[in-house]
């Protein structure tokens, strides 16, 4: 396939976007967001039995993303915003009345939208926002809202003192919220439980000021699934609303614990857990704490729900071993597209799932056609051990470009990334690095970044799996690039100011931040306190650090080739960063190539504009690296 032809495959091949999958309440559907089947991302559902093919529920030009569930199960709240500005407006979609959106909030509002929640009456939201709406101005801080849809009042149930990234979860009854509250510590967030009415709001997680913890509701309305951060690991337990009383249910050092919820249908929770980047799963009870380990299969499954009506005691014995189990999980692999699977807990032969998606169905592309996942191991300059997953051209390769991921609190797992499938198919070799700070590799690992801050270990981290790639043979001085988004955009932007040209030859941020001082006054101001924690204060507090770790203050050392890429309507790293630092490398007469996108937010998202930026990053290194 030629490479034209295989990006038009690739960026055709529909992707879950944004988000797990949701199953309804009554376990009969699953809704999820997919990007590629138009020009942004749509919503769409399908029944639990495979009954019929995927409903289209949205049809837009827009990013539009699934929130929840209405509890009857017959509607879904979901949020989009206009070009990627994240001034999200509210919508509620019923599944007999596809492609038609209900407005439940204004659109392009001038403030930040978090969370949303149909209570299950249908009569009003929950979410948060950073706006004192009675006094019609915006807020740092980040209020919980309960929003009245027959009168249109926004009462504020909870005010927290200061921003954060806190998503309300109303319990099913309708009487409780969950939600975070980061007053204490930019590091740590505390769980905090409101009645609807706003009456009683206290903490009922806290393991410390510097300490993550998140709360769940189970299906009883009563009692909260809650994951706790220690010094080491995260541990699981079920708090009580009736007693304030904990009882703990996991607390292994040795686990490295994602994720933990109990969907409906269901008398267990669903671990979720990380090992080596990799996904490993089970089910755990949570009166008696018993756990059933879901067996290993090629490629990551993450259980989500059981169907209705499944596990059916076979032999009449109550013996839960015997009885025949099936589920609804996500499926995915580097060589496996997004899929939405119905399996058996004890058969879990891949050729054995029951596709829901059908995603087989809508590409021409085969497994064969995706470059698989290797995994790629290195030392960095500490001795600490760094994985990352190497991906190899076909055919004889004409350079290596290694990609770095964001967050950087996440991690790159063997899926699908059509950029790095397409670098692939284009002659390019590329090392996706796990970097330090990155999750999946247990707390310590994650919370290493805190150690220097940005800018520091984390990148010796990349540059000495540069220097791998070059010793094993597989990389070649001079002809090594590197790129990625949000903060692999910063790592980028770190590389070519950083590294000899040697090991990166060329470097392509996309919406990374240049200047850490103006990307800390100038983002929205929930994620402000992140860059507090990442760098052991604000700007004012340790103002060295923030001028060390801002690539702006070191354009002068550029050598190599240089392409930026930014969304103009990006309210995250803000389009100050790129005015600012082209700025700077004018006055030093060092040249730039620079790609903008009026319609894009925070990554590069849509379809069509995706299209231009992968075409332009090959054509960039291929030119890059033929220079040199």
């Known amino acids: 396939m030629k490479p034209d032809e295989y990006l038009d495959a690739i960026l ?16 009969k559907w699953v809704a999820w967001s997919w990007s590629h089947v138009g020009p942004a991302a749509d919503v769409f559902a399908v029944p639990t039995d495979g009954s019929e093919p995927p409903r289209r529920l949205t049809q837009t030009s827009h990013l539009t993303r699934l929130l929840a569930w209405a509890e009857d199960s017959q509607s879904l709240l979901i949020s989009q915003d206009i070009n990627g500005d994240e001034r999200f407006q509210f919508f509620r979609v019923d599944l007999d009345r596809p492609l038609q959106m209900e407005p439940l909030t204004e659109p392009e509002p001038d403030y930040y939208i978090q969370g949303g929640q149909l209570c299950a009456s249908g009569n009003f939201l929950v979410y948060a926002a950073n706006m004192d709406f009675q006094q019609g101005k915006d807020l740092e801080q980040t209020w919980i809202y309960r929003h009245d849809l027959a009168t249109g009042e926004r009462k504020p149930i909870a005010q927290p003192l200061q921003p954060v990234r806190t998503i309300p979860v109303l319990n099913h009854a309708g009487t409780h919220i969950l939600y975070l ?53 995260r541990k699981v337990g079920v708090w009580s609303l009736e007693s304030g009383r904990m009882r703990w249910l996991l607390d292994d050092p040795s686990r490295d614990i994602r994720n933990a919820y109990v969907p409906f249908g269901s008398d267990r929770a669903v671990i979720v857990q990380d090992q080596q980047g990799r996904v490993r799963c089970s089910l755990l009870d949570v009166e008696n704490g018993a756990e059933y380990w879901v067996p290993d299969c090629p490629g990551n499954l993450i259980p989500l729900a059981p169907l209705p009506d499944s596990g059916a005691d076979i032999q009449g014995t109550g013996d839960r071993s015997r009885r025949q189990e099936y589920w609804i999980g996500l499926y995915n692999s580097s060589c496996q597209p997004d899929d939405i699977v119905s399996f058996a807990l004890n058969d879990l032969s891949p050729e054995r799932f029951a596709s829901l998606t059908r995603v087989w169905e809508q590409t021409p592309l085969s497994k064969a056609d995706f470059a698989p996942a290797e995994d790629f191991r290195w030392r960095s300059v500490d001795h600490l051990e760094i994985h990352g997953w190497l991906y190899r051209s076909r055919g004889q390769a004409m350079g290596t470009i290694v990609y770095v991921h964001g967050g950087p609190t996440f991690h790159s797992q063997d899926w699908i990334n059509p950029q790095i499938q397409f670098f692939c198919a284009c002659g390019f070799n590329v090392l996706d690095v796990n970097y330090r700070g990155s999750t999946g590799y247990g707390l ?48 980028a932007w770190w590389a070519i100011t950083h590294y000899p040209t040697e090991l990166v030859a060329a470097a392509a941020p996309i919406s990374g931040m240049t200047d850490l001082v103006v990307d800390y006054e100038t983002t929205r101001p929930d994620i402000r306190p992140y860059s507090e924690e990442m760098m052991g204060g604000s700007p004012e507090q340790v103002p060295e650090r923030y001028f060390e770790r801002s690539p702006i203050n070191f354009v002068d050392r550029i050598q190599g080739k240089l392409l930026i890429v930014q969304g103009e309507q990006d309210p995250n790293v803000t389009h100050q960063n790129v005015t600012d630092v082209t700025s700077r490398l004018d006055s030093a007469n060092i040249p730039y190539e620079l790609l903008t996108f009026e319609t894009e937010g925070h990554g590069i998202l849509k379809t069509p504009n995706q299209r231009i930026l992968l075409q332009r990053l090959v054509d960039f290194f291929e030119r890059a690296f033929k220079e040199d």
């Open 12 to 27: 055709s091949l529909p992707e879950i976007y944004d988000n797990i999958p949701k199953v309804s309440p009554d376990g």
């Open 181 to 233: 509250r980061k007053d204490l510590h930019p590091a740590g967030f505390q769980t905090w439980l409101v009645d609807r009415e706003g009456t009683d709001d206290k903490e009922i997680l806290n393991n410390g000021p510097d300490r993550k913890t998140i709360g769940d509701w189970l299906p009883d309305s009563r009692r909260v699934l809650a994951q706790v951060e220690t010094s080491t690991h």
């Open 444 to 491: 310590p690992f994650r919370e290493a970044i805190r150690e220097g801050g940005w800018g520091s270990l984390e990148q010796e981290d990349i540059r000495t799996g540069i220097e791998a790639l070059i010793a094993a043979g597989i990389a070649t001085v001079g002809k090594i690039g590197i790129t990625g988004t949000s903060y692999g955009g910063y790592s």
